[in-house]
T-cell receptor
């Protein structure tokens, strides 16, 4: 099956803890993204990677750090979570950097910070 | 950066009627405008897109119109069905292949 996979589905943690989310795509795409969707369903780009290289970092707090081991994987680490980090984190991929191709989204990881 | 405004936060139509969702954008350099659908409890999936070299694109019951002068684009759904009920997001692509999304329109198709 070719798709975008995310783990975990849900994560509940306390303020100040560190969390990591994983994303893997088996579509053979070159570009991957992390988006944050808040409780009002607002979607905002966080990071974009092309072939393991960071391309876009959209004014994201320093406690967020993406990590890419190869073009099929893009993980997200949050060093010390805060209540406003509660959201759904969506990973996506697209075939090529330069083209206007559709993005394929994973199912999301719902983070709740207590 | 690009700002995309989605005008209708909710839209309710009767089955079989048409639905129209409108969006505006700010960056004249934006050249690609996709629409995504998010069903309850699910992730986003692509429905249709339009590039700036055309002003209309149709795919079955979906039509996208683009007015570059007004920096406005819209999604038209004809013969709506209950399974069209979802949140629809418009987006505009920036120079770095990043999508900036509107705030979403919750479409409800009533039987």
């Amino acid at each position: 099956e070719t798709a975008v996979f995310q783990t975990p589905n849900y994560h509940v943690t306390q303020v100040g803890n560190e969390v990591s989310f994983n994303c893997k795509q088996t579509l053979g795409h070159d570009t991957m993204y992390w988006y944050k969707q808040d409780s009002k369903k607002l979607l905002k780009i966080m990071f974009s990677y092309n072939n393991k290289q960071l391309i876009v970092n959209e004014t994201v707090p320093r406690r967020f750090s993406p990590q890419s081991s190869d073009k099929a994987h893009l993980n997200l680490r949050i060093k010390s979570v805060e209540p406003e980090d509660s959201a759904v984190y969506l990973c996506a991929s697209s075939p090529d950097w330069g083209g206007s191709y559709e993005q394929y989204f994973g199912p999301g990881t719902r983070l709740t910070v207590l | 950066g690009e700002k995309v405004e989605q005008h209708e936060s909710t839209l309710s139509v009767r089955e079989g009627d048409s639905a129209v969702i409108n969006c505006t954008y700010t960056d004249t350099a934006s050249s690609y405008f996709p629409w995504y659908k998010q069903e309850a409890g699910k992730s986003l999936h692509f429905v249709i897109d339009i590039r700036s070299n055309v002003d209309r694109k149709q795919s079955q019951r979906l039509t996208v119109l683009l007015d570059k002068k007004a920096k406005r684009f819209s999604l038209h759904i004809t013969a709506t069905q209950p399974e069209d009920s979802a949140i629809y997001f418009c987006a505009a692509r920036s120079n770095y292949n990043v999508l900036y999304f509107g705030s979403g329109t919750k479409l409800t198709v009533e039987p």
